[in-house]
T-cell receptor, first 111, second 115 residues
Framework: GQQLNQSPQSMFIQEGEDVSMNCTSS?????WLWYKQDPGEGPVLLIA?????ELTSNGRLTAQFGITRKDSFLNISASIPSDVGIYFC???????????FGTGTRLKVLA | DGGITQSPKYLFRKEGQNVTLSCEQN?????MYWYRQDPGQGLRLIYY???????QKGDIAEGYSVSREKKESFPLTVTSAQKNPTAFYLC??????????????FGQGTRLTVV
């Protein structure tokens, strides 16, 4: 099945650093969602994007819907230890409500 | 509070047994989904349903079965035909249309272990 490419696959960063990750697709997307999953838990929705070029923030998190509609970006500013987890992107293409998920970016924060 | 409830949190199964995972939502969502997640991996779609009494196979449906007799409920049965059932199973729901307010929400997951 189709999956989105997320980059990087994993990253180690120092506490206080900013983090950037992205998600790309070969198809045009109408919706982009970003989730965070803690170990042993279900993914929790962080940010939803519905319009090309849209920039939305949720606390220290900022996500953007790419102008080409084939990519999205998530930035975390001033990372803290509880930012550790797996970040997933997801989206829908035209004509379907079914979400396609990215492969995930595993974030580890070094105190 | 509205949400999605999966039960049980942990489940152990003997080889050759069928086992059913529960998923209930009170968000009035039309669509429900089951995903499988293996260690260090992403989410793979098993089955999804848009309306009651209708469901579609996802990417890895072999060895699984579902039912959708009620809008709120979408149980998943892991049959003995599933060769490698040990995994983390996630249920999700959403509205079956596009646009604002149609995000997918997840349950807490069920970790199934074959012993």
């Amino acid at each position: 099945g189709q999956q989105l490419n997320q980059s990087p696959q994993s990253m180690f960063i120092q506490e206080g650093e900013d983090v950037s990750m992205n998600c790309t697709s070969s198809s045009i997307f109408n919706t982009w969602l970003w989730y965070k999953q803690d170990p042993g838990e279900g993914p929790v929705l962080l940010i939803a994007l519905y319009k090309a070029g849209e920039l939305t923030s949720n606390g220290r998190l900022t996500a953007q819907f790419g102008i080409t509609r084939k990519d999205s970006f998530l930035n975390i500013s001033a990372s803290i230890p509880s930012d550790v987890g797996i970040y997933f992107c997801a989206g829908t293409t035209s004509g379907t409500y079914k979400y396609i998920f990215g492969t995930g970016t595993r974030l580890k924060v070094l105190a | 509070d509205g949400g999605i409830t999966q039960s049980p949190k942990y489940l152990f199964r003997k080889e050759g047994q069928n086992v059913t995972l529960s998923c209930e939502q009170n968000l009035n969502h039309d669509a429900m989904y089951w995903y499988r997640q293996d260690p260090g991996q992403g989410l793979r779609l098993i089955y999804y349903s848009q309306i009651v009494n209708d469901f579609q196979k996802g990417d890895i449906a072999e060895g699984y079965s579902v039912s959708r007799e009620k809008k709120e409920s979408f149980p998943l049965t892991v049959t003995s035909a599933q060769k490698n059932p040990t995994a983390f199973y996630l249920c999700a729901s959403s509205y079956s249309r596009q646009g604002r307010g149609t995000e997918a929400f997840f349950g807490q997951g069920t970790r199934l272990t074959v012993v």
